[in-house]
Each structure stands twice: as C-alpha cells, then as structure tokens.
Nanobody, 123 residues
C-alpha cells in the first residue's frame, strides 16, 4: 500500500502562484508514475499533469506553460508548481500514484489517491 498526503493548497489571487506537494509513504517506489488531478464543484475529476518514473511529463492543455510537475525520488515527493493562476483553476487537487513506470491519462489507471487539497483562486 502507498499513502499519499497532499499539502500546499490555499487561497491566492489571480496571477499568483502556489506549489503543491505530495508526500508518499508505505510501499513507495521510484518506479511509480505519478499524477495530479483536480475536481471542481459539479465537474468530473480531470487530469492536470502526470510524470513517469523516468520524469517524462504530460500536461493538460489548460495548464500547459503555467504548471510544472516534478518529482524528488530521494524524498518520495511529487510537486506541482502552479503559476499565473486563474479563477478557473479553483478545485480540489488530488495526487495519485500508479503501479507502472509509464504515465497514464485516465484516473482509472491510477491505484492510489491522496485526500486532496483545496486551491481557490480569487479574481
């Protein structure tokens, strides 16, 4: 089992920045692909960014150029640096881990989930 704990969410003005962290514990492995998803009220959970075990990344079009996903395997931590935030980025952000080295785009492809952290961007 892998436990994931997100942190770093909060309230920020439009144009501001936040950095989310996801600390993994338990049966951790640098061979797990990781992902960040988000879910706004009344909407389905959507992929924000994902990173393979070899640090290959993929971003949703809506965040490309503004968000950066990275991983520090020595610390068992994945980060999501969010810049130029917009009100439409407001959501609960979830960290997820996958029992594979390759990243995936669907939430159903991930095996472990954190509890989520709220990000609110005011206009």
């Amino acid at each position: 089992q892998v436990q994931l704990v997100e942190s770093g969410g909060g309230l920020v003005q439009a144009g501001g920045s936040l950095r989310l962290s996801c600390a993994a514990s338990g049966r951790t492995s640098s061979n797990y692909a990781m992902g960040w998803f988000r879910q706004a009220p009344g909407k389905e959970r959507e992929l924000v960014a994902t990173i393979s075990a070899y640090a290959i990344t993929y971003y949703a079009d809506s965040v490309k150029g503004r968000f950066t996903i990275s991983r520090d395997n020595a610390k068992n931590t994945v980060y999501l640096q969010m810049n130029s935030l917009k009100p439409e980025d407001t959501a609960v952000y979830y960290c997820a881990a996958r029992n594979s080295t390759a990243y995936a785009l669907g939430a159903d492809k991930f095996n472990y989930w954190g509890q989520g952290t709220q990000v609110t961007v005011s206009s």
